[in-house]
């Protein structure tokens, strides 16, 4: 998932944690909206640490002698984040542009065929199955290619068909838990984003990074790989009831993300 | 080829590619982008809010030294896996939060500068690695999946090897 994609879907970590916890740990029943609403701080766990932080902020700044600095940045720091935001707007108004004139020419759909081999390596129950491979090539494709945009909704799709294969149970299959391992460790051929961060801070090559992403993201998605592939562990099937609930409030947690 | 000129084909070459295929197959390149770049200007109208309040939480952070007080803390570590102590807090914040980490970023680079052992890491970091969490949840949500079955741990694992292999790349490329 392209990296500007994902943030504004995901402003705020902290309460967030606990809500994916509560998905994850079906031991605890998942925290519901309204007790995160009725916590004293109003916005939930997030609002309870952004509080903290600047409370202790004023603090040990007015304690060590820096509450200019810190009156400064309570001030300024806001035009800060628009002109980051005006920096940014340009390189991802082109770069969607370049995506979706790559994806109606069918550079999407030629790049997934030419993985499709590779990632039958991957997930070998899947294999067999047309529809889910096609489903997680076109992920990969998309992901590797930036298309943010374009990744998430296929992605989903490719859990749906996964899950669809895999007997419709709410506990992750290999293939499911090993396909989120990969978009977690997102390869990305053109880190565009990271690449104009560094040119407006005055990069002469921001794009000479680019060996270097490329042997991290590839070390990292081999890692997850292997790791997924040892801490897979058969669980039993779980009730669907419970199952549906916890997922439809997840569901909920973001929101229709697609039209 | 050294790696300054594999970067510096690789955006050109990249437009050039999309551009020629479109042209090519005899596609309405302009307004297929014009509706294509619409795209981003929503995206950043979306994600200017988010970015407001993260940055001035941590630029008061930064400026009274509580964030200093963080590295500091987490140095002796850092520098036994021999990774840049400025950095740390960036490994820490980028499975959590996009707009977090971002910000972050954006601040370090301005501190520390692009060429710099430490700015390098931060932009391989931020390159090579996901917003693990975000992506998770919206996966087995949408699935309606509620056992992980090792796959949070896994992805745990592969950003942990994401941010030791983003201080040995850069070593390896640029030193």
């Known amino acids: 998932m392209d990296l500007l994609y994902s943030l504004s879907y995901y402003p705020f970590f902290v309460k967030d944690i606990f809500r994916q916890a509560s998905v994850f740990f079906s031991e605890y029943p998942p925290i519901s909206r309204n007790r995160l609403s009725q916590t004293r701080f109003g916005g939930g766990g997030t609002g309870y640490f952004l509080a903290v932080v600047t409370a202790a902020s004023l603090i040990y700044g007015a304690c060590a002698g820096n509450l200019s600095a810190v009156s400064a940045a309570a001030l300024g720091e806001c035009s800060h984040a628009a002109m980051l935001s005006l920096e940014l707007l340009g390189t991802l108004c082109l770069w969607s542009g370049v995506s979706a004139v790559a994806d109606e020419c069918g550079l999407t759909a030629w790049t997934a065929k030419l993985l499709a081999p590779v990632l039958g390596l991957l997930f070998p129950t899947a294999r067999r199955d047309e529809k889910v491979m096609k489903a997680i090539s076109m992920n990969v494709t998309a992901n590797l290619l930036g298309l943010g945009n374009a990744a998430t909704p296929l992605g989903i799709k490719a859990m749906k068909e996964l899950k669809r294969a895999g007997g419709g149970l709410s506990a992750a299959t290999k293939d499911m838990a090993l396909f989120v391992v990969v978009n977690t460790a997102s390869l990305q051929i053109l880190p565009t984003t990271v690449a104009a961060l560094r040119l407006n801070e005055g990069s002469p090559a921001p794009m000479d990074i680019l060996p270097a992403v490329w042997l991290t993201g590839g070390f990292s998605l081999l890692a997850g790989v292997l790791a997924a592939k040892v801490f897979y562990r058969e669980t039993g099937p779980r009730a669907e009831g419970g199952a549906c609930r916890s997922g439809s409030a997840a569901a909920a947690l973001f929101g229709e993300e697609e039209p | ?175």
């Open chain 2, 1 to 175: 080829m050294s790696a300054f000129q594999a970067g510096d084909f690789a955006v050109p070459l990249a437009i050039v590619l999309v551009f020629s295929i479109a042209a090519v197959r005899r596609k309405d390149l302009f307004s297929i982008f014009l509706s294509g770049a619409k795209e981003g200007l929503a995206t950043t109208a979306h994600v200017l809010p988010a970015l407001v309040l993260l940055m001035t939480v941590i630029g008061m952070a930064r400026a009274s030294g509580l964030l200093g007080l963080l590295t500091d803390a987490v140095a002796p570590l850092a520098e036994r896996l021999g990774f840049p102590a400025e950095v740390l807090p960036l490994a820490l914040l980028r499975p959590l939060s996009g707009s977090g980490a971002l910000a972050f970023f954006e601040e370090l680079l301005g501190e520390v500068g692009t060429e710099s052992y430490g700015g390098r890491v931060a932009a391989v970091l931020m390159g090579g690695t996901e917003t693990t969490f975000y992506t998770a949840a919206v996966y087995f949500g949408a699935a309606e999946v509620r056992k992980g079955n090792g796959a949070i741990p896994a992805a745990l694992v592969a950003d942990f090897a994401g941010t030791v292999m983003s201080a040995l790349a850069v070593r390896l490329f640029f030193q």
